[in-house]
């Protein structure tokens, strides 16, 4: 049975893990009424930084496991 | 009166596609380079066409408005719209490149191995077409009217023409070097407008403070006591909306086709990169953009510091655009009318150039797309049509003038904001869709009646449920079933009837088990073999 790679799902566990954490922080914490936190956490690190962190992860380790094959 | 730096930067933007459409056009031999770039394109240009492609006015225009009605948690659904990029990567992109299609139904007809399928897949793809084409003439018209304040229906009209003139004698070369082009530029101007609304306010946490003052329940969730709206008040409704769009980047036919045009599996991969580093740039810009939508117009809007508008705060300055101009859908205006606010032409003018990119690369995508279906897979694939044959260029070009001019009348009253035309197009298309094409790479156990099962229910299903929750209860979001269960109207929040993903998935797969498998070599060919070494 073909199966996506493993590097697919740890992609995955990062993001969904993050955004779990994120709202579980708001919902038990308040972390959306700091200031600058949701610009921080949402904005910065959740539409931008972590996504970029899957689509690297998602081209070089494929590309890796290329050259070592 | 229409500001001349405004239409001197738009004049700019223009002569700038037309001089990359001309180049471009020279390279133009074949039918293969008019469909899919002859697959020559490399990944910095195919990650930016891909970004300009997939995020359409309904990015540009109908995320800052959610963000301005339903306050910050509809920054998780932009989130959830970037981060969907990289999912693609591996779960649709590679293997789509390595297969190697012309058009998007072809996948369908090999896999399941039935080329009626190029009927069922074309109905539903159109479905989708018409309301992007239809969103993008309304961005056409609003970023038109924003330039040369003029009335809305000028805008739409003239919006259409630009967009064919472009379509028509361009292709898909030419539309993937344009929309390289677009998206470097829609990036910076929504990057631009919001540093400009940032330093309107004296730096972050001015920003911060200021939407706070104007908007204290701004940045509330559902666990706060007071929700900013009912319709993000749920974590359901928090959580719909941000799988409302979250696996279109991998599904959605516009985005799909882009994965053929480049050279080989290794560009399709870094293309996905390339596209997340812009498209999250653009995407942080336009949550800014939204979120200070509102005490933007209300503290420095020419129409309020005028007088022209006195009562009503930003929602009074859009109705004024409403009457004044004839806009449909008044809260698309909102992130115009917020850097209108900032007063500073050079960064309206750099908007609108960028609004226009964004509309023109959009609605060119999705023309390409339907071009290819009725052209090569209806016309010459299953009718058999000589002159199809013969001209497939020219009868493309016919195909598009036909699907511009009706999405041109739409767009004159459009049925809803552009941002619930994009939602409801997307979840339409990947619950009918998304299940034969991501399964039918994933398990070798998919069929072909689930193929046709699960496309025919779940397009005619979704369609009614949203109709339905639309025009009977008032809202997409209303989930359609809350009056049957003996709830009150707005007990169950699902965006977009958004249920009908995972319902499409689930029937997919239980259909799967009880019928027929394909063929053995059909399904090495099409699944084991395509995900092999990914």
């Not at chain 2, 001197?8 to 133009?28: E, P």
């Not at chain 2, 990169?273 to 503290?299: D, N, P, Q």
Request: proline share 5%.
């Amino acid at each position: 049975m073909p199966w996506p790679p493993k590097i697919f799902w740890a992609g995955l566990v990062l993001y969904y893990g993050f955004t779990a954490i994120c709202w579980i922080g708001e919902a038990t914490m308040g972390w959306n009424h700091i200031l600058l936190g949701p610009e921080i956490y949402a904005a910065l690190l959740g539409t931008w930084i972590v996504p970029l962190i899957m689509s690297v992860i998602y081209f070089y380790f494929p590309e890796k496991a290329e050259e070592a094959s | 009166m229409a500001n001349p730096i405004v239409v001197g930067i738009t004049a700019l933007y223009f002569l700038g596609v037309i001089a990359i459409g001309w180049y471009s056009r020279q390279k133009m031999k074949s039918a293969t380079d008019y469909y899919i770039a002859g697959r020559q394109i490399g990944s910095v240009v195919n990650g930016l066409a891909l970004e300009s492609t997939y995020l359409s006015p309904a990015s540009m225009l109908g995320l800052p408005a959610y963000v301005f009605i339903l306050g910050y948690p509809f920054w998780w659904a932009m989130s959830a719209i970037i981060a969907g990029m990289p999912v693609a990567t591996l779960l649709t992109a590679a293997a789509m490149r390595k297969y190697g299609p012309t058009s998007f139904a072809d996948y369908y007809a090999d896999r399941y191995n039935d080329q009626r399928l190029r009927w069922l897949v074309g109905v539903i793809v159109m479905f989708g077409a018409i309301l992007y084409i239809t969103l993008s003439i309304v961005g056409m018209g609003i970023f038109l009217l924003a330039i040369l304040r003029f009335p809305y229906l000028y805008g739409v009209i003239l919006g259409a023409v630009i967009v064919m003139v472009y379509v028509v004698f361009g292709g898909m070369i030419a539309t993937s070097w344009n929309a390289a082009f677009q998206a470097v530029l829609m990036t910076i101007a929504a990057l631009l407008a919001a540093i400009g609304i940032i330093n309107y306010f004296g730096g972050l946490a001015g920003y911060h403070q200021a939407i706070l003052q104007n908007s204290p329940t701004f940045f509330n969730t559902p666990s706060d006591p007071k929700p900013h709206h009912i319709l993000a008040g749920t974590w359901l409704g928090v959580v719909g909306w941000f799988f409302v769009w979250h696996y279109g980047f991998a599904t959605m036919p516009y985005t799909v086709v882009r994965f053929f045009t480049v050279m080989d599996i290794k560009t399709a991969r870094r293309s996905i990169f390339w596209c997340t580093l812009f498209a999250g740039i653009f995407y942080l810009g336009l949550e800014i953009i939204g979120a200070g939508a509102k005490v933007m117009i209300e503290s420095a809007h020419p129409l309020i510091q005028q007088g022209v508008v006195t009562k009503g705060g930003a929602v009074g300055v859009l109705k004024y655009y409403a009457t004044t101009y004839g806009v449909g859908t008044v809260t698309d205006y909102s992130m115009v009318a917020a850097v209108e606010a900032l007063q500073n032409p050079w960064i309206l003018g750099i908007l609108c150039a960028g609004g226009l990119a964004i509309a023109m690369s959009t609605a060119a995508g999705w023309v390409m797309v339907v071009n290819v279906l009725v052209t090569r897979d209806w016309a010459d694939m299953m009718l058999r049509s000589k002159f199809a044959k013969e001209n497939p260029v020219l009868m493309a070009r016919i195909v598009s003038v036909i699907f511009l001019a009706v999405s041109m009348v739409i767009a004159i009253n459009p049925p809803g904001l552009v941002l619930d035309l994009s939602g409801w197009a997307f979840v339409v298309i990947i619950a009918a869709l998304g299940p034969s094409l991501v399964l039918g790479l994933w398990w070798k156990g998919a069929t072909r009646t689930a193929t046709w099962i699960t496309a025919v229910v779940m397009f005619v299903l979704h369609l009614y449920a949203w109709l339905y929750a639309k025009t009977v209860l008032g809202h997409h979001s209303f989930f359609f079933l809350n009056p049957l269960l003996g709830l009150p109207k707005t007990a169950i929040i699902t965006p977009h009837q958004v249920w009908a993903i995972p319902v499409g998935f689930l029937l997919f797969i239980v259909i799967s088990l009880v019928t027929k498998k394909p063929e053995k070599e059909v399904v090495d060919k099409y699944c084991v073999k395509l995900t092999e070494t990914l």
